[in-house]
C-alpha cells in the first residue's frame, strides 16, 4: 500500500514537472514572437548652460543622398569618409531645432520641417509639448536661415503654430526670400522654395510679428545673432553666453560631420555661395576649437551638440556626453 502511494506520488511529481516544463517552454516561445518595434524616440534632450535652460528639441530625420549633393568633392570620397564612421548614403540626417528658457523669456531657434519635408519630419511641436512646454508660451523665435527644414514648422496649414512669438529672422534672408520679384524670375524648385517661403512667413507678416535685424545683434539678454552669409544671403548663427558659458548654434554651417569635420572645403548644393560659405565655416570651427566652447547644429545626429578640436588639417567632432539630468 506504502509503495502504491510512492509510485503515485512519483508519477504525480513528474506529471507536474513535464507540465510546468512545457508551460515554461511555450511561454517563453510568445515572449519570442513578440514583434519588433522598429522605432527610436529621442523626442528631446535637455542640459544646462549658466542660468539658461537648453532644450535640444528633434524634428525626426531625413534620408540625404549626401554622395550626391556635396560638392567640392567626389561621391568616391564622400563614401569612403563615411565608411570610416560606419556610415553611408543615403545618409539618416537629423533636423534639430533649439529651446532657451532664459528665465525671463522662451526662445526657439528653427522651428523644423512642419509638413514640406514628408512624414519623417515635422515632430519638433510635438516634441515640444513632451518636454513640458506648450507653442504657446514660446515668445520669440530666431530662424538661422529661410530653407524650409529651418522654418516649416512656423505654421499650421494657414496659421501661425506659434501664436505668440515673433519671428526674428536677419534682413538679407527676409530681402531675398519674401521678394515678389525674386519669385516671378525664378524658375522649377527655386520657384517653390520663394512660394513656401512667402505662405510660411505669411501670418507672422500680417501680424505684424516678424522682425527682421541686420547683422551681428544682441536679440535678447544673453543671445546674440552672429552673421555668417553664404549658406543663403542672410545666413545667421546665435551665440549664447550665462555665468561664463557659451553655446554657439551653428545653423547649416554644414551639415555632414563625417565629411566636413575633416575636410571643411567641402560644400553643398543647397548654398547660395559656396565659397563664402567655406570661409564661414572655416572661421566657426576655428573659433571653437580655440575657444573650446559648446556647439550645436541644426543636422548634426541628434542631440546635435559637442565639441570641436583641431586635429591634423581638418577638425573632428566630440558629441556631449548623455546625462539623464540637466
Do not use: C
Request: charged share 20%; proline share 5%; net charge neutral.
Amino acid at each position: 500500500m506504502q509503495l502504491t502511494r510512492l509510485l503515485r506520488s512519483s508519477l504525480f511529481s513528474s506529471a507536474m514537472m513535464a507540465a510546468i516544463a512545457t508551460l515554461g517552454f511555450a511561454t517563453e516561445s510568445a515572449y519570442a514572437a513578440a514583434p519588433m518595434a522598429k522605432t527610436n524616440a529621442p523626442g528631446f534632450y535637455r542640459s544646462m548652460l549658466g542660468d539658461f535652460e537648453i532644450t535640444v528639441l528633434s524634428d525626426g530625420t531625413v534620408a540625404l543622398p549626401v554622395d550626391k549633393i556635396l560638392t567640392n568633392t567626389t561621391p568616391e570620397k564622400v563614401g569612403k569618409a563615411l565608411a570610416k564612421y560606419h556610415q553611408q548614403a543615403p545618409l539618416a540626417t537629423s533636423v534639430n531645432g533649439f529651446l532657451i528658457n532664459t528665465g525671463s523669456k522662451l526662445i526657439l531657434i528653427d522651428s523644423g520641417a512642419g509638413v514640406f519635408f514628408g512624414p519623417t519630419l515635422g515632430k519638433l511641436q510635438a516634441n515640444l509639448k513632451a518636454s513640458g512646454y506648450l507653442p504657446e508660451q514660446v515668445d520669440e523665435i530666431y530662424i538661422t536661415h529661410m530653407h524650409a527644414d529651418h522654418i516649416g514648422g512656423l505654421v499650421d496649414g494657414d496659421k501661425a503654430a506659434f501664436p505668440n512669438a515673433i519671428v526674428r529672422i536677419d534682413q538679407h534672408d527676409t530681402d531675398y526670400w519674401l521678394s515678389q520679384a525674386n519669385l516671378d524670375k525664378a524658375t522649377g524648385d527655386a520657384k517653390g522654395s520663394f512660394e513656401k517661403s512667402i505662405a510660411i512667413l505669411k501670418p507672422y507678416v500680417q501680424a505684424g510679428k516678424l522682425k527682421p535685424f541686420e547683422g551681428d545683434t544682441e536679440l535678447a539678454p544673453g543671445i546674440k545673432a552672429v552673421a555668417s552669409h553664404g549658406h543663403t544671403p542672410g545666413h545667421s548663427i546665435y551665440k549664447i553666453e550665462s555665468k561664463g558659458q557659451t553655446l554657439v548654434l551653428w545653423g547649416d554651417l554644414m551639415h555632414v560631420a563625417a565629411v566636413q569635420f575633416e575636410d571643411p572645403s567641402v560644400t553643398i548644393q543647397f548654398d547660395s555661395d559656396s565659397k563664402a560659405a567655406y570661409a564661414q565655416r572655416q572661421k566657426a570651427y576655428a573659433d571653437a576649437a580655440q575657444h573650446g566652447y559648446m556647439v550645436g547644429a541644426a543636422h548634426l545626429s541628434f542631440p546635435g551638440i559637442g565639441y570641436v578640436r583641431k586635429e591634423g588639417k581638418g577638425y573632428a567632432w566630440t558629441p556631449v556626453n548623455y546625462s539623464p539630468l540637466p
